[in-house]
């Protein structure tokens, strides 16, 4: 299995970004996909899974209504949509795969790209 996420970059805060995660290996409709970031000196944070019916959980307040999960199953890729961009989401943006359900415990699942960079700036 391989997960790959993109997309990333240098942006200005209140822009839009659309990072991808494309999964090799297996079929996104059996799996969670849940993304995830971490910024300089802190810990992992989950922000929002998408199931496996395609609903989506938000984990963290401060992306809600900003950020939003979307699965295009045809090409076994997952999109986290970000608008209103904010210094504080600067971060390492990563994307992993779960067997079964959504879970806000990072430990629990399988399958980890290797992050794709955002930064923010003012």
């Known amino acids: 299995v391989q997960v790959e996420e993109s997309g990333g970059g240098s942006v200005q805060a209140g822009e839009s970004l659309t990072l991808s995660c494309i999964i090799s290996?297996?079929?996104?409709?059996?799996?969670?996909v849940g993304w995830f970031r971490q910024a300089p000196g802190k810990a992992r944070e989950v922000i929002l899974c998408?199931?496996?019916?395609?609903?989506?959980?938000h984990y963290t307040n401060s992306v809600k209504g900003r950020f939003s999960a979307s699965r295009y199953p045809p090409e076994n890729t997952v999109y986290l949509q970000i608008h209103k961009l904010e210094i504080e989401d600067t971060a390492t943006y990563y994307c992993?795969?779960?067997?079964?359900?959504?879970?806000?415990?990072?430990?629990?699942?399988?399958?980890w790209g290797q992050g794709t960079q955002v930064t923010v700036n003012s």
């Open positions: 998408s199931s496996r019916t395609g609903g989506m959980l």
């Open positions: 992993a795969v779960r067997q079964t359900r959504c879970s806000d415990d990072w430990n629990l699942y399988d399958y």
């Open positions: 290996g297996l079929t996104i409709g059996d799996y969670a």
